[in-house]
């Protein structure tokens, strides 16, 4: 039912920038809170921003200053303005509800990877 579709992934060296877009369906998208994962190899996803139904944004420590959430009601999208890329930031990013709708109801991501 509920169906998420990551993009804007590639390769890009330190201190590039990234655009990150997602999708989504089978939801009423303008009410639910959303957020940006990734998840690197062999660490736990984390959660490193979010945007809530009314547009406030938080940001995991690691990322604050570099990486803007916002979304677009009307596309059903939400976006992650990447800037000051880090080797450190390379990962799977995921999009989903914050919290997220269910486990299974993460989509295949977007990998990143950052390196010269």
């Known amino acids: 039912q509920v169906q998420l579709v990551e993009s804007g992934g590639g390769l890009v060296q330190p201190g590039g920038s990234l655009r990150l877009s997602c999708s989504a369906s089978?939801?009423?998208?303008?009410?639910?809170?959303m957020g940006w994962y990734r998840q690197a190899p062999g660490k736990r996803r984390e959660l490193v921003a979010s945007?809530?139904?009314?547009?406030?944004?938080t940001y995991a420590d690691s990322v604050k200053g570099r990486f803007t959430i916002s979304r677009d009601n009307a596309k059903k999208s939400v976006y992650l303005q990447m800037n000051s890329l880090k080797p450190e930031d390379s990962a799977f990013y995921f999009c989903?509800?914050?919290?997220?709708?269910?486990?299974?109801?993460w989509g295949q991501g977007t990998q990143v990877t950052v390196s010269s």
């Open positions: 945007i809530t139904r009314g547009a406030r944004t």
């Open positions: 989903n509800a914050d919290p997220p709708f269910s486990p299974n109801s």
């Open positions: 089978g939801i009423i998208f303008s009410i639910v809170g």
